[in-house]
């Protein structure tokens, strides 16, 4: 039997969304700024799909840029607002995925300041507002935390800055379509396509109307020229077919729930992060045994899971976001993060959870801690 419970690193695309990209791959392939009548079918489809997209979270279809997804938004975004403004100074959260985090590290001439979070990882908002200055120019906050499943509450966040007159970048990669999205108060927003069911390497940014936003590449005059490059439409369309189908956040919740109950009968067993989370997200540690070993005999029986971030578990540190919560490095290695979907069934569950007990009881019969059973 296969179980597939990454799907915070990355989904199955749905049926329905492969049927419009073919369509537009084969018959309506034509390039958008083409003056022919493919260029105008072309155009129709592209600014379709940044309406669906848009209304998504009730924003204007001349706010969405559409990108090769979260990573290169939120570079967008960062480095674009930062480059249309004289201030030197960036807070974003100690909980946030490396394509923010690495952006700001990689800022040249600039202050970074990374506020921290609580035991359950919510940002600390006392925290947050001592850190800003005259001089501080954006916050960028992860909205739904892809490995414990955090929702921040970007409202509240986005009042502070309104207040400082900063600019506020949220990564709502994780958070899109399964939490209502109010971009009031946010200058900018990062979403990606195959986190929810559409195909990979297709993503946006939301722009507030008015707030400009300089480009990493150069090139023609397609997304307003913000993001030139021909538009790939075949994964746009997709990405708002995907949209448009929405997530039944309900019935993920349920198997979430169930997953997550019969994991913590499991003696020496942590939930990490808060009980009210994403619906697809449950993170838990599992003390004296290594997240990886866990990982490795689940696999063997079909089952994949993560010990982390994807694009971090090639490192052995522990997991940056695990200790901003406060963890220990044993409660930090022994993590493994399971996230669901749409497609997740009760058999898969059932199963993950018969094997995981026999994983986990022979994984600590060989551990050099003991007392752990
Ligand atoms: C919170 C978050 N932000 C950004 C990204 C990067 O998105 P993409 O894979 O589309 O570049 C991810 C992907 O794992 C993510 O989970």
């Not at 969304?17 to 022919?36: C, D, F």
């Not at 001439?109 to 006392?126: A, H, I, N, R, T």
């Not at 708002?240 to 994991?263: D, F, G, N, Y």
């Not at 997200?281 to 997240?291: A, L, P, W, Y």
């Amino acid at each position: 039997m296969k179980v597939y419970l990454d799907n915070g690193a990355t989904t199955k695309a749905d049926e329905k969304v492969v049927a419009e990209m073919k369509k537009v791959l084969v018959s309506e392939y034509g390039n958008p700024s083409s003056l022919h009548s493919f260029g105008e079918r072309a155009k129709e489809l592209l600014e379709k799909s940044r309406k669906t997209v848009a209304d998504e979270f009730g924003a204007g279809s001349d706010e969405i840029i559409f990108t090769s997804g979260g990573t290169e938004s939120n570079n967008l975004a960062i480095k674009g607002l930062l480059s249309k403004t004289e201030k030197k100074h960036v807070i974003t959260t100690k909980i946030e995925h490396p394509s923010v985090y690495n952006t700001c590290k990689s800022l040249k001439g600039y202050k970074v300041s990374y506020v921290g979070v609580d035991s359950e990882g919510f940002v600390k908002l006392d925290e947050l507002e001592k850190l800003i200055t005259k001089d501080t120019a954006l916050v960028s906050v992860i909205h739904g935390n892809n490995e414990v499943g955090v929702i921040q509450d970007i409202e509240k966040i986005g009042k502070i800055c309104k207040k400082h007159k900063v600019f506020f970048h949220v990564d709502a990669v994780q958070s899109f379509t399964k939490v209502p999205i109010d971009v009031k108060n946010v200058t900018t927003l990062s979403i990606s396509s195959h986190k929810i069911h559409g195909p990979k390497g297709v993503g946006a940014l939301y722009i507030k109307r008015g707030v400009r936003v300089g480009s990493l590449v150069y090139g023609g005059h397609q997304e307003r020229d913000v993001r030139p490059g021909t538009e790939n439409l075949p994964g746009i369309v997709g990405f708002a077919k995907a949209v448009e189908m929405k997530q039944p956040v309900e019935q993920i919740k349920k198997l979430r729930e169930k997953l997550t109950e019969e994991i913590l009968k499991i003696p020496n067993t942590k939930l990490n992060g808060p009980k009210e989370r994403l619906c697809n997200n449950v993170n838990i540690s599992f003390m004296g045994i290594e997240g990886e070993s866990l990982l490795m005999m689940l696999n063997m029986k079909g089952i994949a899971v993560s010990t982390g971030s994807a694009c971090s578990s090639q490192s052995l540190e522990p997991s940056h976001v695990l200790m901003a919560l406060g963890m220990k490095h044993e409660q930090a290695h022994g993590s493994i993060r399971f996230t669901l979907s749409k497609f997740t069934t009760e058999q898969d569950i059932e199963y993950t959870v018969k094997e995981l007990k026999k994983i986990v009881e022979k994984l600590r019969r060989i551990s050099p801690v003991k007392n752990v059973r």
